[in-house]
């Protein structure tokens, strides 16, 4: 029936239209009074009838009672690539079902006939196997009967045998998860959160019902990456961290599954008729879209028949095992490594144990490896009794013992756990085993309530408690586990946490400084927001009683606020805001806190309030480190930082650009890294470096490495470094200083300054931690104490010398034995259920071996005495007898698959490296003769170095049959590709020594690819893959061979899963070479000093012929020159001169010489023809004309033709160098360049990279022409001037001077004179150049193979040098130079690298790293040109634009890279604008000036000058001072108070002051009088002329510099104190950084907090500083008659809305009782007020400066005072300054 209504539009009337009969009824058939109650009731009709066509038939599955419904089924899982022609692995499980139901819920399930099937192979070509044992395994637990609540399509509880493994109740699980349905009767399609095997997920229904034929069809889809409770394990992964708020389609694992479903029903219910299943997951592991592989679950039930025959009831009690969610046990057991079947634990662990070592010994570290996991596997199935049994069978076996300890941490179980306990306890376990295994087993072990007990007990253990650097690995690994137990609960048990608390109120009770930081670090470790009370009771902030502990511990407790962050990040953000706003806090701390707070990942708001709060930030070190943090965070390109990167972006564009400029006395972030949104990965690499105002140099380093993998991040490695007080380390520390007279004054002075506090002490101190994945794991702290603990424990003496001695003596008792360190690297899995009900794993473990045997002997003479001292090693010799074989494995294996304790079947990938090496020698060692030999034998047989080997298998294993294993190469097995064994000859010079080969690959090519197909290229080249590169040394009778074998699915799918599938084998390895004669050993011997020339000649005439008497000279250097063949080098030099022209005319592209002298006037066409091909088309003509600068390319090219031809007589210079000259061979006048000015305006208007260099040595009329030339310049300009001066000096160093060093390296034959290379070093040393020559030959006398390298400095203004080898070094030539001098109008430093020809790896070399800089200079922000230039040449220029600034341009063969105004990071004397010309000539040494500029850029400088003052740290103020009074100018506020410099203005004249200085027990006066400059030494005149030298513990000097005085006293802080009577000037050593006070400022680099009264506050101008630090006398008998005083505003004033009276908080100067003021100055002062109508009496505010400012008003200060009538006592004392 049919009901259908309208609802008309314009009109209120409604029609209806109902069919009945073939007839229908309209409203207007009725009356009108009717049409009402019509609509009401048509439309209740309409609703009641739609209701009742649109309920659907139940649909959920009946089984009836009293029969039973019969099913098969079969189930298929299968793994591989999605790939044709790859094996897959797969098990298939088949069987027949029986159902039937008993009660109104419960259901009976019985499996009938279970058969187990195994994939191995090529599908579809191999089949199934049947596994038969296994089969019959599985069917003795699935045979039994299953009971299962079933109600409504639902499936409830499941009941098993209670001795049913937990796999076979798993897979009943799948069976019935195919059941699982959930009907709406309300919708066909809708969407719900289902139970199942999987968990809680997502689902999709459609229902299609025909109910013509009573079938429906019903589809569902589950979405297994969108589950609520999902099902899964993971094992060793709680240090990755995943991102909740993170994009969910960038995951590299991806699983669905679908569910289709055939009912039947009629008039008795609905059956299922059939069901079908089909599930797959997809791992990317590089996260590349079309590379993934694929594991693919198929079920299917069909019901064969109905029988009335019910099941009977089991025999036995069934268990309830729960609901269908899937269960884990037994998989977790299983690492991911072949299977083991354990029938006898105990005599299977003392095989393992004993093949691996037997393994070792043999050099089978590949068996011992994975014996080794096989250990592992086993020592988590036994018991405590069992693994004790094993310890005492091999605990005197000291070759056991690092395997067995090793196994039992990564073991990782509650009873190796507890073994190991139990040893440490009864110490039977030394001090480094225990150190050793300590951290593995902690990282290891399973966290559950079990361990932490066990963890617990370690923490009271005294044997733990005794040895401090084992309680802190126990602390902070029980710290560790508990973060890894908590993160599996939600809520974590405040017991567990106790125990760290209660170490953190101990150490603060005790006020133990060290236990304080290890609670902190313990509790970081533990991460819990829990203990955040704890740790804000050590937070000034929050915490009045931690104002009093030292500054590190305040930054242990930020820091161990970190990983809290992550479960409470708002909490968290709060406190460190908090931290960081708090100016009161140490800038470290402060540091510290921000970089917490950015972990947290604030939003906006938050950034923003931070980026304010630099605004007005006093400490420029905070403000410095946090806007680089902010600029580093910016850049990043982590998805998981995008809102925090856009946040820092916005906040740096409100801050000010200057905190950008500061220099490397700031603290700064250093941010490297990188991320592949195409691949999801990445990794960012952080420095941290925070200044302290008493350092140069960073004082907290942390550097950190962070990894990020599809949406996941890892804290990889963390180290920090922190150091205090370092300095006193290196200063003398025998100096009383508190024994003198300058102590107690400054003592004296300080009560007299209102609030000065000496700083507080500080001990020397370094620390530092390690984390790994995030866990802190070691610190140390070492102090001055704890080095001389160690020196006493070592030698018995706290001097060192004695330990010298000691390490000597132990080293002569030789060093012999064998150690071995095998560790399981890591053990990752990650564990889903499939809907068959076994489960899917991605596991990854891995194992590494470290053995070494080392059997050293030494041997001395003559033997130490006595009393030794270190210079006695100077006269020794030593014979060293070595024999070192250090050898390191390591093995990775990685599944995808089933993984079960009874069968495996999955793909499986094995990685190895390994690395073995013997260095066996025999070494002789002259201290005296300077003599070094080194004898080794050679190799005799070929030996691996270093190998990596990579496979990946489908494979298929079961426990009944572990010993045949199926194992499958993905890759189909088929005929390589011939390969010839026949080496390939380069065509270049093949057969000298050192040559190249290369294994040629004949390819079988397909007649398709012969006709253009790619296809057929990849397939045939593309999977098979063999190179070997060999390089040969025949001298030395050995050879190295790089080999690569590789055979991948590449050709499938160029990704980089394909590359890594199939086999790849890499490996180094030593061979020997056939020689004519054998080789007994090989000799390395260095002599140096005068006997180095006989070395030479007596390799070249014996083999082992000793040292004879040295003839004279010229014998040596005849015989020299001939042994070396020196003159045939420079015969072909000065051919190869000859025939430069030739070579030049050949090259498209010219070459300009880089030798060439800029200055010469006659080029040769090439170097025209760079003009042509040079910057921007630029014509190189007249330089006053600008317009013939700007040329036309087609003009260029015509006019530089012409240039070249007329390069015979026009002076016109090569535009490729833009070098400007002023020679006096440029007769032309077309070019004018010695003026400065005119040589700048000609560059002005010019592009950076277009701007001219010009050599310093070029600068002025008079120049040297200077020699820099190697005989193969690619220029024809070798004939010029500069060139053939150079030939006039001698080119052999040998003519003149002896060589200073020669070494040989030789091969000795049994019937053969010696082969090998012979080393010969020259240098001469001159004032105006030093130069360099190394002569390498071959000593064989044939041979004429040769290298000769030459280096000159000239003028300490450049730097030469070449490097030429070959056939007379004249086959391959590389040059180089670098040169000062001026660009444009900067000084500027010019670097040039040339070449005529190389080898083609170094040219394949240089492709490679030329296509690398474009993007490398686009990331590091530089700017890029395309233009030609000389095609071998590269030149760099740097010039200094500013102190702080320089511009590079980087020019290449045909790209210009170029950037203007880079920061530098440390400032740099430079004068711009002024020549270079200008400067010295003969002792400029530009390079030793850079030296002490770095130097003196560490010290600081105060100067006074007239009213002008500029303090250390630069800050320059003006500040008249009062006549006659003391100010103290700087002085030593740290602890030790060493020195004191006082200031005065004389009265007689304003532009001549006198200065007081206070050393130890010295006082010294320097003051003009009569126009001259006096000095008082303690009150004495001194004679002025006379050098004064102190003659106590620290050396003061005292002598005459120019027009004034000079102070020298370094052990007291100052470096040299200067006074002429106008100016002083104050260095004081980087040292004391932070430790002075007074005018001249802190030193701390604090420019913001200049200005710092001596209580502290910060002065509201310069004349209030520099007053605050008066020294007030005697108002009697001192000369200043002046007087701090507090002042009260005599008027009153409006404070909060009534009248008020105000005092200052800081005293301003007054004349003495008595005097009146003749002089004033306005100064601004802060108030305190209070009521009007209080009294206080202004005597009595002592405390005034501890008041609140509440008014700033501006007061007269008297500078003057006029005395005449003080209220003085008869007999005045004597004058004093205190």
Not at 44 to 65: A, N, R, S, Y
Not at 1012 to 1035: L, N, Q
Not at 1517 to 1544: I, R
């Amino acid at each position: 029936m049919a009901f259908v209504t309208s609802l008309g539009e314009t009109d209120n009337s409604t029609k209806f239209t109902v069919p009945v009969n073939n007839s229908s009824i309209k409203a207007s058939d009725f009356p009108p009074w009717a049409s009402v109650t019509f609509s009401m009731k048509g439309l209740i009709l309409t609703l009641v009838l739609t209701l009742v066509g649109g309920q659907k038939q139940d649909l959920e599955p009946v089984f009836h009672m009293g029969k039973t419904y019969l099913y098969s089924y079969e189930s298929v899982i299968m793994h591989g690539l999605p790939d044709r022609d790859l094996a897959m692995a797969g098990v298939r499980l088949t069987g027949k079902l029986e159902i039937s139901r008993v009660s109104q819920s419960n259901h009976l399930l019985q499996i009938r006939e279970p058969k187990l099937e195994e994939h191995n192979g090529f599908w579809p070509m191999d089949p199934f196997i049947p596994s038969l044992r296994l089969s019959e395994t599985i069917a003795t637990c699935l045979s039994q009967t299953f009971k299962f609540e079933y109600t409504e399509g639902r499936v409830g509880s499941i009941f098993a045998p209670e001795d049913c493994p937990i796999l076979c109740t798993n897979l009943v699980r799948g069976i019935l998860n195919m059941m699982q349905i959930t009907i709406k009767k309300s919708q066909n399609v809708y969407e719900l959160q289902e139970a199942g095997i999987e968990g809680i997920c997502q689902t999709r229904y459609i229902i299609q019902d025909d109910s013509k034929s009573h079938w429906a069809t019903i589809s569902k889809s589950k979405d297994l990456m969108n589950c609520q409770e999902k099902a899964v394990k993971n094992v060793g992964m709680s240090y990755i961290r995943p991102c909740p708020t993170c994009s969910p389609k960038v995951r590299n694992i991806k699983g669905m599954v679908m569910f289709t479903y055939k009912m039947k029903y009629d008039d008795s219910g609905v059956s299922l008729m059939s069901a079908t299943s089909e599930q797959v997951y997809q791992i990317s592991p590089f996260n590349e879209p079309n590379a993934a592989a694929v594991m693919e679950a198929r079920q299917e039930l069909s019901l064969v028949g109905v029988k009335k025959t019910p099941i009977s009831a089991p025999k036995t009690q069934l268990q309830n095992q729960g609901s269908l969610r899937y269960h884990f046990s037994g998989e977790l057991l299983q690492m991911p490594i072949p299977l083991i079947r354990i029938k006898n634990s105990d005599l299977q662990l003392t095989e393992t144990l004993r093949q691996l070592v037997q393994n070792n010994e043999k050099g089978d570290t590949k068996e011992a490896s994975a014996k080794f996991l096989q250990m592992v596997q086993l020592f988590r199935v036994v018991t405590l009794d069992q693994i004790e049994s094993l310890w005492l069978q091999f605990v005197n076996e000291l070759s056991y013992r690092p395997w067995f300890l090793s196994a039992i941490c990564a073991a990782g179980a509650t009873d190796t756990f507890r073994f190991l306990k139990q040893k440490i306890h009864d110490e039977k376990l030394n001090i480094w085993e225990a150190a050793a295994t300590l951290p593995l087993a902690f990282h290891f072990v399973t966290p559950n309530k079990q361990t932490l007990e066990v963890a617990s007990t370690f923490l009271t253990c005294p044997q733990i408690q005794k040895v401090p650097v084992h309680r802190i690995i126990v602390y902070l690994g029980y710290g560790s586990m508990v973060n890894k137990y908590c993160a599996q609960t939600l809520l974590c048990p405040n017991q567990l946490l106790q125990p760290l608390h209660d170490l953190a109120t101990e150490a603060t009770s005790k006020a133990d400084a060290k236990d304080m930081s290890l609670a902190l670090k313990a509790i970081g470790n533990a991460g819990e927001p829990a203990s955040i009370k704890r740790i804000l009771k050590f937070l000034p902030t929050f915490s009045s009683a931690a104002v009093s502990l030292p500054s590190r511990i305040h930054a242990d407790a930020v820091l161990a606020l970190r990983k809290i962050a992550r479960k409470d990040p708002a909490k968290v953000r709060e406190i460190t805001l908090q931290v960081f706003m708090d100016n009161t806090l140490a800038p470290n701390v402060r540091m510290t806190a921000c970089v917490v707070l950015f972990e947290t990942k604030p939003a906006l708001p938050t950034v923003v309030a931070m980026a304010s709060s630099l605004l007005t930030e006093p400490s420029l070190q905070v403000a410095s480190f946090t806007y680089s943090h902010m600029k580093a965070l910016a850049v990043g390109r982590i998805p998981q930082l995008y809102k925090l990167s856009s946040a820092c972006n916005i906040a740096i564009k409100l801050l000010s650009p200057r905190l950008d400029r500061l220099s490397y006395r700031y603290s700064k972030v250093i941010h490297v890294g990188d991320y592949s949104s195409e691949y999801q990965a990445g990794a960012i690499w952080r420095f941290y470096l925070m200044n302290s105002p008493s350092t140069m140099f960073p004082s907290d380093i942390i550097t950190k490495v962070r990894g990020y993998y599809a949406n996941t991040a890892t804290d990889i490695i963390e180290v920090a470094l922190r150091s205090q007080s370092l300095a006193k380390l290196i200063r003398k520390q025998n100096i009383p200083f508190s024994e003198y007279d300058t102590y107690k004054t400054l003592k004296e002075l300080g009560k007299t300054f209102l609030g000065w506090k000496e700083l507080p002490p500080e001990d020397p101190l370094v620390s530092a931690y390690i984390k790994v994945l995030g866990q802190e794991i070691a610190f140390v702290d070492i102090d001055k104490d704890a080095i001389q603990q160690i020196m006493m424990h070592l030698t018995g003496s706290s001097d060192w010398q004695p330990v010298v001695k000691k390490v000597v003596e132990e080293m002569q008792r030789g060093i012999s034995g064998r150690w071995i360190l095998p560790a399981m690297v890591g053990e990752l899995r990650h564990i889903v259920p499939t809907v068959v009900g076994v489960p899917l794993e991605l596991g990854l473990c891995g194992a590494a071996v470290a053995h070494t045997a080392a059997d050293v002997d030494i041997q001395m003479s003559p033997p130490l005495s006595d009393n030794f001292r270190p210079t006695q090693l100077l006269e020794t010799k030593m014979d060293i007898h070595a024999d070192i074989r250090p050898k390191a494995y390591f093995h990775m294996i990685a599944m995808m698959g089933i993984n079960t304790q009874y069968f495996q079947s999955g793909l499986e990938f094995h990685a190895e490296f390994s690395a073995n090496t013997t260095m066996k020698f025999d070494a002789r060692i002259n201290m005296k003769e300077k003599n070094l030999k080194i004898e080794t034998l050679p190799c005799h047989q070929e030996a691996e170095l270093a190998a990596v080997r990579s496979e990946v298998y489908a494979i298929s294993r079961n426990m009944q049959e572990a010993d045949s294993e199926k194992k499958s190469q993905l890759l189909p097995k088929g005929e390589a590709p011939g390969i010839s064994d026949q080496p390939f000859q380069p065509p270049e010079r093949s057969s000298r020594p050192g040559s190249w080969k290369q294994s040629s690959i004949p390819s079988v090519i397909s007649k398709g690819y012969q006709q253009g197909s790619e296809e057929a290229h990849h397939h045939s080249a593309g999977r098979f893959y063999t190179r070997m590169f060999c390089k040969k040394f025949e001298s030395l009778g050995c050879s190295t061979c790089l080999s690569l074998k590789s055979q991948n699915s590449a050709f499938l799918r160029n990704t980089y899963l394909h590359k890594l599938v199939g086999k790849l084998d890499a490996k180094i390895t030593l061979k020997p070479v056939h020689t004519d004669a054998d080789i007994d050993k090989i000799e390395l011997e260095i002599q140096a000093g005068s006997k180095a020339a006989s070395k030479i000649i007596d390799a070249a005439s014996s083999g082992s012929k000793e040292e004879e008497e040295t003839s004279p000279y010229e014998d040596i250097k005849a015989k020299l020159k001939k042994i070396l063949g020196i003159e045939n080098v420079f015969t072909a030099s000065n051919k190869t001169r000859r025939r430069t022209k030739r070579i030049n005319r050949d090259y498209k592209t010219a070459d300009t010489g880089l030798w060439a002298e800029p200055s010469a006037p006659h080029l040769s066409s090439s170097s025209s023809s760079a003009a042509a091909s040079s910057a921007d088309g630029k014509e190189p003509g007249n330089d006053h004309k600008k317009d013939e600068i700007r040329q036309s390319g087609k003009k260029r090219g015509s006019k530089s033709s012409s240039s070249g031809r007329r390069s015979g007589s026009s002076s016109v210079s090569s535009a490729s160098s833009k070098v400007c000259s002023s020679s006096q061979e440029d007769h032309s006048g077309d070019r004018d360049c010695s003026g400065h000015s005119e040589y700048s305006k000609q560059q002005v208007t010019l592009p950076v990279y277009q701007f001219w260099f010009k050599p310093a040595d070029e600068q002025g009329p008079g120049r040297e022409i200077l020699n820099s030339s190697i005989s193969s310049s690619s220029s024809s300009a070798a004939s010029d001037e500069g060139i053939s001066r150079a030939m006039s000096q001698p080119k052999f160093l040998g003519d003149s001077k002896p060589p200073i060093l020669a070494a040989v390296l030789r091969a000795i034959h049994k019937n053969k004179q010696p082969t090998g290379l012979q080393l010969v070093l020259y240098t001469d040393t001159q004032p105006w150049r030093s130069r360099i020559q190394v002569f390498v030959s071959s000593i064989t006398r044939p041979s004429r193979w040769k290298l000769c390298a030459d280096a000159s400095v000239i003028n300490y203004r450049k730097v030469s040098g070449s490097l030429k080898w070959g056939k007379d070094c004249q086959d391959y030539q590389i040059a180089t130079q670098i040169a000062t001098g001026q660009f444009a109008a900067y000084p500027a430093m010019q670097m040039k690298l040339e070449w005529l020809t190389v080898p083609s790896i170094v040219r394949t070399t240089a492709r490679w790293f030329y296509s690398l800089l474009p993007g490398v200079a686009y990331v590091l922000g530089y700017s890029l040109r395309q233009q030609l230039g000389p095609s071998h040449q590269a030149t760099l220029v740097m010039a200094l634009t500013s102190p702080r600034t320089c511009d590079v341009v980087f020019k290449l063969p045909e790209l210009t890279i170029y950037n203007r105004a880079i920061r530098l990071p440390l400032p740099f004397p430079s004068r711009p604008g002024t020549p270079v010309s200008t400067l010295p000539s003969s002792d400029w040494n530009v390079f030793s000036q850079v030296t002490l500029s770095l130097i003196e850029s560490f010290k600081a400088h105060c100067s006074v000058f007239q009213n002008t003052i500029t303090t250390f740290d630069g800050v320059e103020f003006n500040y008249s001072m009062p006549a006659n009074c003391y100010h103290v100018l700087v002085q030593d506020c740290s602890p030790e108070l060493k020195f004191l410099v006082m200031m005065k203005r004389l009265e007689e004249s304003a532009d001549l002051t006198a200065i007081n200085v206070r050393l130890a027990s010295h006082e010294v006066d320097m003051y003009v009088s009569n126009g001259l400059i006096h000095l008082k030494i303690n009150g004495v005149q001194a004679p002025r002329d006379v050098p004064y030298t102190s003659n106590s513990d620290a050396s003061i000097l005292i002598s005459s510099e120019e027009e004034g005085l000079a102070l020298k006293a370094p052990d007291y802080g100052i470096d040299k104190l200067y006074y002429d009577g106008h100016r002083l000037k104050i260095q004081v050593a980087f040292w004391m950084a932070g430790k002075t006070c007074g005018i001249c400022g802190k030193y701390d680099a604090e420019k913001e907090r200049e200005y710092q009264m001596p209580s502290g506050y910060l002065a509201k101008d310069a004349v209030s500083f520099g007053q605050s630090w008066i020294i007030s006398e005697d108002s009697c008998a001192g000369a200043c008659k002046l007087q701090r005083k507090f002042v009260k505003i005599e008027k009153a004033v409006g404070f909060e809305k009534m009248a008020a009276k105000c005092f200052s908080v800081e005293p301003v100067l007054r004349c003495v009782e008595g005097c009146s003021a003749t002089g004033t100055v306005p100064v601004s002062v802060g108030f305190h007020c209070v009521p009007a109508d209080s009294a206080p009496s202004l005597e009595r505010q002592l405390r005034l400066g501890q008041k609140s400012e509440d008014v700033v008003s501006s007061v007269p200060a008297h500078t003057a005072c006029s005395c005449q009538h003080q209220p003085c006592p008869a007999s005045a004392p004597a004058p004093t300054r205190s």
